[in-house]
């Protein structure tokens, strides 16, 4: 079945910088999601991009299909943006395959 | 409209029991699937329910089973509660009607913990 990787597995950063979180996928995929997961354990959808670029306020992911990854950029950080950051991408039975996420710690 | 509800947020069990979970999905979702989490793991798919059938299954014992009903209103039962069934479990639902464009929405979880 596909494959997902996601790297780096653990980041920390100061409030206010830069960070690009990756997602490899072994196979081409029609569906493909980025979610945070709070400290408290809630799942939100951050953004639904099989391919192409999308924009989010200090969120943006690209997706490069034909290469088999996507990249979820974060500019300023702030310290709400901790958590763990998961990519799913979804195989052609339905179910969501997960990578095991990058856990991201932004310091005051 | 309402987000994914579960019920209950909390539960403390001890080995040998069973256990039931519920879910109620964003009203007009018909697929739910369920996920356990443990400590500093990923998500782990149980399974998947759309229109009270189960549609995928994922790679766990059959202690865990769940089913549907006509309202899209999930549960979810483990039984013979092992101390390794300790986690966060966490129902999603999803609009099928735009699949494979859907996202998925997930409700608070539900943490058991199994003495």
């Known amino acids: 079945g596909i494959q997902v990787e996601q790297s780096p597995p653990d980041l920390i950063l100061q409030e206010g910088a830069n960070s690009t979180l990756r997602c490899n996928f072994s196979?081409?995929?029609?569906?493909l999601q980025w979610f945070h997961q709070n400290p408290w354990g809630q799942l939100i959808n951050l953004f639904y991009?099989?391919?192409?670029?999308k924009q989010n306020g200090r969120l943006s992911a690209t997706t490069v299909a034909t290469e088999r990854y996507s990249l979820l950029y974060i500019s300023s950080s702030q310290t709400t943006d901790s958590g763990v950051y998961f990519c799913?991408?979804?195989?052609?039975?339905?179910?969501?395959?997960w990578g095991a996420g990058t856990k991201l710690i932004i310091k005051p | 409209k309402a987000g994914v509800t579960q019920t209950p947020r909390y539960l403390i069990k001890t080995r040998g029991q069973q256990v039931t979970l519920s879910c109620s999905p964003i009203s007009g979702h018909r697929s739910v699937s369920w996920y356990q989490q443990t400590p500093g793991q990923g998500l782990q798919f149980l399974f998947e329910y759309f229109s009270e059938t189960q549609r995928n299954k994922g790679n766990f014992p059959g202690r865990f089973s769940g089913r549907q009903f006509s309202n899209s209103r999930s549960e979810m039962n483990v039984s013979t509660l092992e101390l390794g069934d300790s986690a966060l479990y966490l129902c999603?639902?999803?609009?099928?009607?735009?699949?494979?464009?859907?996202?998925?929405?997930f409700g608070p979880g539900t943490r058991l913990t199994v003495l």
């Open positions: 196979d081409s995929v029609n569906n």
């Open positions: 799913a991408v979804r195989e052609s039975n339905y179910q969501l395959i």
């Open positions: 999603a639902s999803s609009d099928v009607t735009s699949w494979p464009t859907d996202t998925q929405y």
């Open positions: 991009i099989p391919s192409g670029t």
